[in-house]
T-cell receptor
Framework: EPEVTQTPSHQVTQMGQEVILRCVPI?????FYWYRQILGQKVEFLVS????????KSEIFDDQFSVERPDGSNFTLKIRSTKLEDSAMYFC????????????FGPGTRLTVT | RKEVEQDPGPFNVPEGATVAFNCTYS??????FFWYRQDCRKEPKLLMS???SGNEDGRFTAQLNRASQYISLLIRDSKLSDSATYLC??????????FGAGTTVTVRA
């Protein structure tokens, strides 16, 4: 069964450093997403991406964040200058268009900012 | 008002029991509805989409009441493996998913 994969599974970084989280969506999916979940809190939408551009972003997704699809398989989330409050689990998801928006999630990257 | 509200539980039930819980959503423009399950520190996994007519998938039954803006999930013949947090998720049709905080279910032997 096809699945979304993410690397690394755990990233530790110092405040102010840049991090890149990587995702490989399901191969025939065209919509890609990033969500985050701070420990003990609900899953929150960050950004959706389609046709090589952002289709929607949340208030959380400020200028410190960017997304990119650098090639035909990877989808990345970059945080330019990490803050302590960026510590969270980051989930990538993907979906086909026209299937009721069923999104399938990767296993997540746990980001710890020290 | 929260976009999606759920009773956090926990619901502690014996194996074989039936457990049911609801969630409510605030945006009447919501178009798509889902139940996901999340195990501790893992990713949300799609359990089922919820359709207006209600739908069933094995031991799981989901209902949608658009007039009252609530969604329900019923689990029959609970198994130990059903222990998880169940996330109520809605979408306005713009591909962004809005998650509830989850309902914790613990099935005991």
């Amino acid at each position: 069964e096809p699945e979304v994969t993410q690397t690394p599974s755990h990233q530790v970084t110092q405040m102010g450093q840049e991090v890149i989280l990587r995702c490989v969506p399901i191969s025939n999916h065209l919509y890609f997403y990033w969500y985050r979940q701070i420990l003990g809190q609900k899953v929150e939408f960050l950004v959706s991406f389609y046709n090589n551009e952002i289709s929607e972003k949340s208030e959380i997704f400020d200028d410190q964040f960017s997304v990119e699809r650098p090639d035909g398989s990877n989808f990345t989330l970059k945080i330019r200058s990490t803050k302590l409050e960026d510590s969270a689990m980051y989930f990538c998801a993907s979906s086909e268009p026209g299937t009721g928006y069923e999104q399938y999630f990767g296993p997540g990257t746990r980001l710890t900012v020290t | 008002r929260k976009e999606v509200e759920q009773d956090p539980g926990p619901f502690n039930v014996p194996e074989g029991a039936t457990v049911a819980f609801n969630c409510t959503y605030s945006n009447s423009a919501s178009q798509s509805f889902f139940w996901y399950r999340q195990d501790c520190r893992k990713e949300p996994k799609l359990l089922m989409s919820v359709y207006s007519s209600g739908n069933e998938d094995g031991r799981f039954t989901a209902q949608l009441n658009r007039a009252s803006q609530y969604i329900s999930l019923l689990i029959r013949d609970s198994k130990l493996s059903d222990s998880a947090t169940y996330l109520c998720v809605v979408s306005r049709g713009d591909y962004k998913l809005s998650f509830g905080a989850g309902t914790t279910v613990t099935v005991r032997a």
